[in-house]
C-alpha cells in the first residue's frame, strides 16, 4: 500500500518544530494549573489550534479543548493529552521553573499538551495538502491527576459528554523517566492498574491507658487488621494474578494516658482485572472482620478509581509497528506490568486504544529522575519524537483502515 508520508520525512518535519515545541512546553510548564482549574493552558491550547485553522470546541469536560482535523472520508482517530499539574513545589531552578509556589508540572502533562500541539500541526498541514485519509480528533483534556467533588476526572467526563463518540481508535502517550530519549514501550492488554481509595475505621472503647482491662483497645485490634490486610495478597489471591493494598495513613489517640475509641487507616487498592479487583474489595472487607470476635467493629468504606488501562490488541500492534517504521524495532519494547493508573483507561473503553510510554530520559544524566518529584525533568529532544509518534500513528491506521 502507498504512504502519504514517509516515517523519515514525518520525524524531520517533527524535529523542525523543536523550538515551538520547547516554547510551548516551556510557557506550560511556567504557568502549572491544577485539575479542572486549566484556563490559560487551554487558552494557549487554543489560540494556537485557531492559528492553524482547526476548528474548536472550548470548555469540553469544564476546561477541556477538543479541535477537529477534517481530511478524507476515512476513520477518525481520536489523539489524547492531559493538561493539569500537581501540587508540588519545584525545586530545578531552571529558567522555566513554576512560577506559582506549591505548583508543578511534575508528570510531564505541559510535554504532553506540547507534543499533541506538534502532532496538530503536522496533521493540519497533511491535511492542507490532500494527504490526510481521514479525520483527527484533538483531546486536550484536564484533571488527569484528580477528580472533581463528583468524584470525576478530565477523562471520565469527557466520554459522558461525547467527546469520544464515532471515533475508531484513540491513542495518547505518557513521558517514561525511566526510558532513553528515542525508546518508546507499550503491550496488549492490560498495562496500568485500577486505582481505589478505602477508609478503614477500627471502633473499640476507650479509657485511661494505665487500666486497658476497662477498654477494647482499637490501637491493638488495628494491629490485627494490618495484619490480616497484608496477607489479603499473598493467600486470597490467586497467584497469577497482580494486585496491592497498602495502608497508606494510620490515625488513632491523642495523648499518651488515654486510650482512645478509634483509629482510622486509609490507603489504596491496585488490580489489574475486574476479577482482581473485585478479590481485594471482598478480602479487605473481611480482613477488617478480624476484629469483631475481640469485642470491636470495624466499618471499610471503597472509593473505586480509575478502572485498569487496558490496551485493544489490534490497536497496540498498530502503533508498535507504526513506531517500529519510526524509531527501529531495537528502540520499541514490550512495557512492563504498572501499578500507577490513568484515566486514559476511560477512553480506551470508549474507542480501541493504545497508550504509549515514551523515555525522556537523558542517558548522559548521572540519575533518574521520576515523575511526581519536585526536580522531575526531561530531555526536550523526546519532543518531536512524541509529536512524530501521534502524527504517524493516526496517520498509518486512517491508511490501513480506510
Known amino acids: 500500500m502507498s504512504r502519504q508520508i514517509s516515517s523519515t520525512e514525518m520525524i524531520q518535519r517533527a524535529k523542525a518544530m523543536q523550538e515551538d515545541l520547547r516554547t510551548w512546553r516551556r510557557t506550560i510548564h511556567r504557568y502549572p494549573e491544577l485539575t479542572f482549574t486549566e484556563q490559560r493552558t487551554a487558552s494557549l491550547v487554543t489560540a494556537t489550534l485557531v492559528d492553524l485553522g482547526i476548528e474548536t470546541e472550548t470548555e469540553v469536560a469544564k476546561t477541556g479543548v477538543v479541535g477537529h482535523i477534517r481530511g478524507g472520508d476515512g476513520p477518525v482517530i481520536g489523539l489524547r493529552a492531559d493538561m493539569d499539574a500537581l501540587p508540588i513545589l519545584e525545586i530545578n531552578g531552571t529558567e522555566f521553573d513554576s512560577t506559582r509556589p506549591g505548583i508543578m508540572h511534575a508528570c510531564g502533562h505541559d510535554a504532553h499538551t506540547a507534543m499533541l500541539l506538534g502532532a496538530a500541526t503536522l496533521l493540519k498541514d497533511l491535511a492542507k495538502e490532500s ?47 525511566f526510558h532513553d530519549v528515542g525508546y518508546v514501550a507499550t503491550r496488549p492488554g492490560p498495562m496500568m492498574a485500577a486505582a481505589d481509595k478505602f477508609d478503614l475505621v477500627v471502633t473499640g472503647s476507650g479509657g485511661h491507658a494505665a487500666r486497658p482491662q476497662s477498654t477494647i483497645d482499637p490501637i491493638a485490634l488495628a494491629a490485627h487488621v494490618i495484619n490480616a490486610v497484608h496477607q489479603v495478597v499473598s493467600r486470597r489471591l490467586d497467584p497469577t494474578e497482580h494486585g496491592v493494598i497498602t495502608i497508606a495513613t494510620i490515625h488513632g489517640g491523642t495523648v499518651d494516658n488515654v486510650i482512645p475509641d478509634a483509629v482510622t487507616m486509609t490507603g489504596t487498592i491496585r488490580s489489574f482485572t475486574p476479577e482482581a479487583r473485585a478479590v481485594l474489595h471482598a478480602e479487605l472487607q473481611r480482613a477488617a472482620s478480624i476484629v469483631e470476635p475481640l469485642g470491636g467493629r470495624a466499618e471499610v468504606t471503597i472509593f473505586p478509581g480509575y478502572p485498569p488501562t487496558i490496551n485493544d490488541a489490534t490497536a497496540t500492534e498498530h502503533m508498535l509497528a507504526t513506531m517500529r517504521d519510526l524509531l527501529g524495532a531495537h528502540h520499541v519494547a514490550d512495557s512492563e506490568l504498572m501499578m500507577g493508573a490513568e484515566d486514559f483507561s476511560y477512553m480506551a473503553q470508549a474507542a480501541p486504544g493504545c497508550f504509549l510510554r515514551l523515555g525522556v530520559h537523558n542517558p548522559a544524566w548521572q540519575e533518574y529522575y521520576p515523575v511526581h518529584r519536585a526536580d522531575f525533568r526531561l530531555d526536550e529532544d523526546a519532543l518531536p519524537i512524541g509529536a512524530a509518534a501521534l502524527a504517524l500513528t493516526a496517520l498509518r491506521w486512517m491508511e490501513d483502515k480506510r
Do not use: I
Open 131 to 177: 494527504r490526510l485519509p481521514g479525520s483527527v480528533r484533538l483531546l486536550f483534556q484536564p484533571s488527569e491527576e484528580a477528580q472533581d467533588a463528583e468524584g470525576k476526572s478530565g477523562g471520565m467526563r469527557m466520554v459522558e459528554e461525547g467527546a469520544l463518540q464515532g471515533l475508531d481508535a484513540v491513542f495518547g502517550l505518557h513521558v517514561d523517566s
